[in-house]
Nanobody
Framework: QVQLVESGGGLVQAGDSLRLSCAAS????????MGWFRQAPGKEREFVAA????????YYDDSVKGRFTISRDNAKNTVYLQMNSLKPEDTAVYFC???????????????????WGQGTQVTVSS
């Protein structure tokens, strides 16, 4: 099993940047895709970005493409989400998740991911 802990959320103004981190512990010897999802109040959890084990492939939802960057440092068992040019509509709880069924190709469905962090709140004021 892999345990995930997110950090880096906060309250910022529109146009600001934040960097989220997700630290993994436990069975980190496994190879797996990592993803970021978010959930706004009253809405379903939605895909934001994902990265393959090697970091060679990334995938983004259209709503964040060009503004967010996902990366990972396997030596530190950590995945990052750099968020630039934040908008009020980016306000949500952000979750990181591990897809044990994939290492080299990305899936974007919430149900495809096996382990989840507790989430970190990101609030963007206008």
């Amino acid at each position: 099993q892999v345990q995930l802990v997110e950090s880096g959320g906060g309250l910022v103004q529109a146009g600001d940047s934040l960097r989220l981190s997700c630290a993994a512990s436990g069975r980190t010897d496994r190879r797996y895709v990592m993803g970021w999802f978010r959930q706004a109040p009253g809405k379903e959890r939605e895909f934001v970005a994902a990265i393959t084990w090697s970091g060679g492939s990334t995938y983004y939802d259209d709503s964040v493409k060009g503004r967010f960057t996902i990366s990972r440092d396997n030596a530190k068992n950590t995945v990052y989400l750099q968020m630039n040019s934040l908008k009020p509509e980016d306000t949500a709880v952000y979750f990181c998740a591990a897809d044990f069924g994939r290492a080299f190709s990305v899936r974007i469905g919430v149900r495809e991911y096996d382990s989840w962090g507790q989430g970190t709140q990101v609030t963007v004021s206008s």
